[in-house]
């Protein structure tokens, strides 16, 4: 009986180390658990926080329509669009008087001036196209076949903001930079045709003569000045806003009616 009883006390005591044992197995399956399931929402978390930023870089390089139309199918359709209003604007002189500035210092007045550009088109319902240099170029219009949009009243909206905008930059000059530029604005209103190019880098762009003659628009403006065509001018709902300014010749275009646009 002391044997029995002897052996009966083993079994016990090496049952009772394998249920501990199994215990602590369990104990420690349930950390590994709980600590891939952090693991897991702290990966979910940064891949929305990634998706967040990817959709928010293509809504910033193209219109949001162009940009869900892209996320759902992976390619766009190129748009023909029978009426838009496209803007160009240009810092007068600007090569000559950004030669011996400080490139950072440079780079910083594009981004203010850019960046303010930026906020006031997209409060008017106005597509920021590209920048090309010292140019910043807009189009305005029913891309998306939503419905109506007066793209000619919100772009010359726009532009009123923007040359506000400079005109008051011109008076508050920074410390160690040079003055601000005076800037042009040449706006006309046509068909166009838009689509998104390129495989690695995507770019939302628009062609058609209506972007060649708003070009040859605001080269032919004087500083601080916007300039409409006949066709923007004619459309405009408020046709005391503009005066006649006589024509201009534009290259490959010949002879163009010009409008200016009264700042209010």
Not at 2 to 10: A, C, D, I, P
Not at 179 to 189: M, N, P, Q, V
Request: with cysteine; aromatic share 6%.
């Amino acid at each position: 009986m002391e044997k029995r009883l002897e052996k009966s006390e083993m079994r016990r005591a090496e049952l009772e180390e394998l249920m501990d044992g199994s215990q602590a197995f369990q104990r420690r399956v349930i950390n590994d658990i709980a600590a891939a399931k952090t693991e897991i929402e702290q990966l979910y978390s940064s891949l929305e926080a990634e998706k967040e930023r990817t959709e928010q870089l293509l809504r910033s390089i193209m219109p949001e329509s162009i940009a869900d139309e892209l996320k759902a199918s992976g390619t766009v359709r190129p748009r023909y669009v029978e009426s838009a209003t496209v803007m160009f604007t240009d810092f007068v002189d600007f090569t000559k008087s950004t030669q011996a500035m400080n490139p950072v210092a440079l780079v910083g007045m594009l981004d203010r001036y850019y960046g303010a550009f930026d906020d006031i088109s997209a409060r008017h319902g106005v597509e920021k196209v590209k920048t090309i240099g010292d140019a910043y170029m807009t189009v305005a219009g029913d891309l998306n076949g939503s419905g109506q949009h007066d793209h000619v009243a919100a772009t010359c909206a726009a532009a009123s903001e923007i040359m506000n905008y400079v005109k008051v930059s011109l008076d508050h000059t920074a410390l160690d930079e040079v003055a601000g530029w005076a800037l042009r604005i040449g706006i006309h209103t046509g068909p166009i045709s838009s689509g998104v190019v390129g495989t690695k880098r995507l770019s939302f762009d628009i062609w058609g003569d209506t972007v060649n003659t708003a070009a040859r628009m605001v080269k032919a403006c004087a500083p601080n000045t916007i300039m409409l065509s006949a066709n923007t001018a004619a459309q405009l709902t408020d046709p005391q806003r503009v005066e006649r300014r006589g024509d201009i010749d534009a290259k490959g275009k010949g002879t163009l009616q010009a409008y200016r646009l009264l700042i209010p």
